[in-house]
Structure formats: C-alpha cells, structure tokens
C-alpha cells in the first residue's frame, strides 16, 4: 500500500539528491560492520569509514561541554569508527547502530544551493551532556545537531543550521523515542518539523558554502577533530534539492511516520 501511494506521488516531487535506508545498500565488513552505505538515489553518494590518513585526534564529547575531553587516535580506515547494522531496529525495520565513536563519510559535493527538505528517521539515545550529530555537510552548508541536554541541565535541542555556527532555526526538543526529524531550506528561510509537527523557523539568506565532505554519525570540526558522535540508531535519510511544497512535504512525512510506526503525536518538549 505504501508503496502505491509513493508511486502515485513520486512524478511530483524531484529526484533526491541522498537516498539511504538501512534495509538497502549496506555493506559489511569481516566483523560484521558497516564498510558501505550506498546511496539509492541517482546521484549514488555512497559513505564508507572515514579515511583519514594520518593519526587523528577524535573527540568523544561534545567541543561544547567543560568536562575533560576522551580522546583516542585511529588510523587510515579503522573499523572502530564503522557503525553496526542493527536487523530490527525502529519500527522493526534495520537500523544502523552509532554507539559514540562511530562516523561514515562522503567528500562529493551535494547541490543545495537552492534550497533543500532533509527527512531522517533516527532515535537520539546520547547522554545527557553530549551533544550529537546525525548528517553533517561540511563547514558553511547544513547540520543536524541534537545537543541533549548539558552538564546540569536538560535543555536539550534539535539544530539545523545552514552555516558552521548559525542556527537557521532551533527549538529546545528532547526525546530518547524514535523521531522523524525534518528540515527545509528555500535560499532565505530555514524551518523544522518533529513528527509532523512545525517546531520553529528562522531566516538565513547567504550563499550556501562548496565543502563537499558529509558526515554521519559525527563531524569534523573547523581544527580537523572528529567530535560530536551520535549515540543512537538511523534508519532512513532522504535530501531533496529544494524545498518541497507543503503537500509533497506532508506526502513523505506520512510515508514515513507510517514505515517506522512512529507516531504523529507531538514529541516531547522541554
């Protein structure tokens, strides 16, 4: 049935530029990690482990937090930064399982200057003080960064941000249950959802910059240190060139919500 309805729908919206499912294209290595994501849609932008040539520096904790940082070097394609496929994760469906110290990477440039809508279905299971990222395009593009709370504190919150440090739109949002996360972007106007539900919008009119390297799972900071690891689970991540209609948005938003049995119920806020 899901199906149809997709195929009823799918003349109208554009091709995606990122397509991934966790129940299509994953590849695993020896110890049964994730080697390869490949990407369903036409672009084929597949992720692999980090290469990072050198011994790296990775933060475990958020840049952001006082505490003293965790830090341990790795090499060239070491399958400690490979995340785990995960059979029946959210809805029952796979998943591919990030438990902190884990990120795939793509350097191809993705087209979003003129806008893009980003649908991820994730459950954010970080602790309280870690702040958590689940795609992150280079410096001067796009982030989703899920800050859980802080030493002392629970304000946790859902970021999208079109640029390093500037949060396009941001909303104090906090749940450990399995979430579709969404973001869109026209050229001017930046606004979220969570589960269907509008969370917040805000205005940023630029250039979106030309890094072409996306991270999952974490994020190469502006210094060249990976940080900002999730704890959690994704399962599904889909980026359109641009800003969908309300009706299309809400088409793959139902779609969705539907696949993974998550409600449409507003998640929780703080």
Known sequence: MLATILLLFSAALPAP?????????????????????????????????????HPQLVFLTSFRDTAEKRVFKTLD????????LVRVGIGGKPSIAFDGAQALV????????????????????????????????????????????????????FNMGVAWVYDVAHSNFSTKQPTLYESAWNGKTGSLWANGHFLTSGSYDARLGRNPT??????????????????????????????LDPRDRQMVEKLLLAKYRISASSPEHL
Request: with cysteine; hydrophobic share 35%; aromatic share 6%.
């Open 214 to 243: 996306t991270w999952i799972g974490g994020v190469l900071n502006p210094h060249g240190v990976l940080q900002n690891f999730l704890v959690g689970r994704i399962s599904e991540i889909l980026i359109y060139p641009r800003e």
């Open 77 to 84: 394609s070491d399958a400690k930064l490979r995340p785990r």
């Open 106 to 157: 793509n350097s191809s440039s993705l087209p979003l200057d003129s806008g893009f809508s980003l649908f991820v279905v994730a459950q954010n299971l970080s602790p309280n003080g870690q702040c958590a990222t689940m795609i992150d395009k280079g410096p001067g593009d796009f982030n989703t960064d899920l800050p859980n709370g802080h030493a002392g504190g629970v304000d946790g919150s």
């Open 17 to 53: 530029i990122l397509h991934l499912r966790a129940d299509r294209g994953v590849v695993l290595d020896e110890q049964r990690r994730v080697a390869t994501w490949k990407d369903i849609s036409p672009r084929h932008t597949d992720f692999e482990t980090s290469r990072l040539g």
